[in-house]
């Protein structure tokens, strides 16, 4: 059971198509492609396996509210799974995304939305 790296930074926009050509024109991240989602919002690569995503601010999500996250890719969700049990942190998941990559969010004591998540899968039911 590890962490493998920072996936990506999650944050809430008031004007998508405004941050799109921010993130694009002055900083020159390429947008990369999204799951289907279903709420507005765009994906950038960062180096060669961070992304960061943006998310149209008032979107409403599922506890917890996942407008403003960081997220770790790791080995085995299942054992964080079992690991956070055994520590008594609460949390949602793990629960499938539209890309099939599994996640669970939970809160640092500070209140931080943090993401776990798999790689995305291609396989099918």
Do not use: E, W
């Given at each position: 059971?590890?962490?493998?790296?920072?996936?990506?930074?999650?944050?809430?926009?008031q004007n998508l198509e405004k941050s799109?050509?921010?993130?694009q024109d002055v900083l020159g991240l390429a947008p990369?492609?999204?799951p289907?989602?279903?709420f507005p919002g765009a994906w950038f690569g960062m180096g060669d396996q961070q992304e960061l995503h943006l998310i149209s601010k008032g979107t409403t999500f599922e506890v917890p509210s996942l407008d403003?996250?960081?997220?770790f890719q790791v080995d085995d969700i299942h054992a964080f799974a079992a690991h956070l049990q055994e520590q008594q942190i609460e949390f949602f998941?793990?629960?499938?995304?539209?890309?099939?990559?599994?996640?669970?969010?939970?809160?640092?004591p500070d209140g931080?939305?943090?993401e776990l998540c798999t790689k995305p899968s291609?396989?099918?039911?």
């Open positions: 059971m590890k962490i493998n790296q920072l996936n990506h930074t999650a944050l809430p926009v799109c050509r921010f993130y990369i492609a999204r289907a989602f279903n403003r996250h960081f997220a998941g793990p629960k499938c995304r539209p890309d099939r990559a599994l996640q669970i969010v939970f809160r640092d931080h939305v943090i291609i396989a099918s039911d």
